[in-house]
């Protein structure tokens, strides 16, 4: 018998909080129950660590995802861990919670099984998630007025007015469209790349994240 | 047998990362393992959570660290969740890792068993320790500038100059003191406590965290 038998263990999950932008409003990815607890109940995507097919908790979320969404995420990264007596009915339980990023254009190219609901006013949902939901768009927000992160939240390729809306989305504040364009240059959060052309109009400036530069702090935006 | 036992669980730990300044450097508390693996190495404080004691993996780690340091820690965060099949030589794994800010003196007065060791030139260590340290710091320094997260390595009560002191320990560069002040003061992290006179000098103005500032983001310092 191991060491680790000595104790009863924790029950130990996954789980996945997958946003992205639909319409302008913030939605996150999420499955309907359909075994206890919570059937019927709207839940994120998660599951148990598979050993020995998952080399770390960061590649079963990955894992968790490219099976429920289809997608792999260009932003994936390590939320908290939630844990207690409490949030399971089945008994002490902890997950390790990731968030992604993920463009809506992508999500839906990709097909997959998640449902996406807006995350202002989001109806009961399983085990506690509802908080684990919240903690992840306020790690969202907090980050984006000093950093690139909202920028996952577009294709690869974007204009500067696309990345103007998109955090003026996530952050729901007005941002001056001269200054933040100005800072977003100043910082060299992005790089120039080709232009579209847009029927008749001239050609929009097409930007991308510079490498290295997708997680750096910024001077606010 | 409940849906957990369906698959083999990770290994499921709490370790925590107390760091202190002792004479304006910064070091981790460890003790030396007893038993293997890595028997005879240093290793931060850990162990399992134990069900039902600890309602949560915050509660495992104060308890950690009240049985090893004998402390109560003012500053108890979590850090992340560090894991992986070859972290542990026994098996998949994951410790879900807490920081702890304390000041020396608070340590010194309560005794524990904890030793404390520079976090420059640290010696080897169990498990993947050393990155979990090196982690930790990054996280206390990378806070720092925006936070007033360096406060907590002080006693409840300092003085502005001893703050200016232990920014400039954790961040490793020169601030300029009239400059700090003005920031210090005009955020409102800190507010005016009594004063201290130390022998025939003039009282020393000595201040507190303001409540509900101590983890406010700031502007940089």
Redesign the interface.
């Known amino acids: 018998m ?3 038998q000595l ?6 999950t996954v789980d996945a909080v997958l946003l992205t932008l639909r319409q302008g409003a913030l939605c996150v990815g999420l499955i309907t129950r359909e ?1 206890p607890p919570f059937t019927g109940l709207l839940a994120l995507p998660g599951g ?5 097919e998952d ?4 590649a079963a979320a990955a894992r968790i995802l490219r099976d429920k969404a289809r997608v792999e995420c260009r932003f994936l990264e ?1 939320l ?2 939630f ?3 409490a949030r399971d009915p ?3 339980s ?1 997950t ?1 919670v990731y968030f992604a990023l993920v463009p809506e254009a992508e999500l839906l190219a990709a097909g997959g099984a998640l449902a996406l609901h807006p995350v202002a006013g989001l109806p009961p949902l399983a085990f506690d998630h509802a908080a684990i939901i919240d903690a992840a768009v306020s790690r969202l927000r ?1 980050r984006s007025s000093y950093s690139a992160l909202p920028a996952f939240l577009l294709p690869p390729l974007f204009t500067l007015t696309e990345l103007h809306a998109v955090y003026q989305q996530v952050l729901g504040t007005r941002l001056d469209p001269a200054s933040f364009r100005r800072k977003i240059t100043d910082q060299g959060i992005v790089e120039a790349a080709e232009s579209r052309r847009v029927g008749a109009h001239r050609p929009a400036a097409l930007f991308r994240l510079r490498a290295g530069q997708a997680r750096s ?1 910024l ?2 935006i």
Chains 1, 2 share one sequence.
């Open positions: 191991s060491a680790v104790f009863p263990a924790p029950i130990a075994q148990y660590v598979h050993i020995p080399a770390t908790l960061e390590q908290a861990t844990s207690g007596e089945r008994g002490w902890l390790v907090g702090f001077h606010r």
